[in-house]
T-cell receptor, first 116, second 112 residues
Framework: NAGVTQTPKFQVLKTGQSMTLQCAQDMNHEYMSWYRQDPGMGLRLIHYSVGAGITDQGEVPNGYNVSRSTTEDFPLRLLSAAPSQTSVYFC???????????????FGEGSRLTVL | AQTVTQSQPEMSVQEAETVTLSCTYD???????LFWYKQPPSRQMILVIR????KQQNATENRFSVNFQKAAKSFSLKISDSQLGDAAMYFCALGANYQLIWGAGTKLIIKP
């Protein structure tokens, strides 16, 4: 059982480049989400999904796109990377959307992104 | 707006002693949860303890316990018999309205 798998774990981009952070879970979880973690700040919610075909914005959605075509996958796309998007990104999933309330989230190991 | 505030950027404690990490929060929701997460250098996010707002009894998990003061909107974490493996970033978080709102974290240093 792999849990929540994020790829890549490290990435360096130049300003203006695009890339996709992959997130996959094998637990048949309905709820999936993306957070970013910056120094001196807590995690901030970027986007989340309560099921295949359904996505919604979190606290800091600008500059990011998501889609949820399958239950398993929830990729995060940066269309034109900016230095302000340098951060550590976490994907988290839960068996249901209420997991975000109850803290029953399974986290990936994080992806460190640097934008030069 | 929902907020979580951790006013201690860093705390240190002698091994085997007790330390308390502070957290205050604000929410207009009546149904919510509060959490403490641990993040060691591996970046893995680990749920330490959870408190349901409607429960008056403070949650306890082995050496970890909380002091939940609902009226004061305070939620502190007490770690007893501190161990070297407790060294990590600790995050307080509020779960409400299907979102988790996080504090900025407290770095806990354990002195041998």
């Amino acid at each position: 059982n792999a849990g929540v798998t994020q790829t890549p774990k490290f990435q360096v981009l130049k300003t203006g480049q695009s890339m996709t952070l992959q997130c996959a879970q094998d637990m048949n979880h309905e709820y999936m989400s993306w957070y970013r973690q910056d120094p001196g700040m807590g995690l901030r919610l970027i986007h989340y999904s309560v099921g295949a075909g359904i996505t919604d914005q979190g606290e800091v959605p600008n500059g990011y796109n998501v889609s949820r075509s399958t239950t398993e996958d929830f990729p995060l796309r940066l269309l034109s990377a900016a230095p302000s998007q340098t951060s550590v990104y976490f994907c988290a999933s839960s068996y249901s959307y209420s997991g975000a309330n109850t803290g029953e989230l399974f986290f990936g190991e994080g992806s460190r992104l640097t934008v030069l | 707006a929902q907020t979580v505030t951790q006013s201690q950027p860093e705390m240190s404690v002698q091994e085997a002693e007790t330390v308390t990490l502070s957290c205050t929060y604000d929410t207009s929701e009546s149904d919510y949860y509060l959490f403490w997460y641990k993040q060691p250098p591996s970046r893995q996010m680990i749920l330490v303890i959870r408190q349901e707002a409607y429960k008056q009894q403070n949650a306890t998990e082995n050496r970890f316990s909380v002091n939940f003061q609902k009226a004061a909107k305070s939620f502190s974490l007490k770690i007893s018999d501190s161990q070297l493996g407790d060294a990590a970033m600790y995050f307080c978080a509020l779960g409400a309205n299907y979102q988790l709102i996080w504090g900025a974290g407290t770095k806990l240093i354990i002195k041998p």
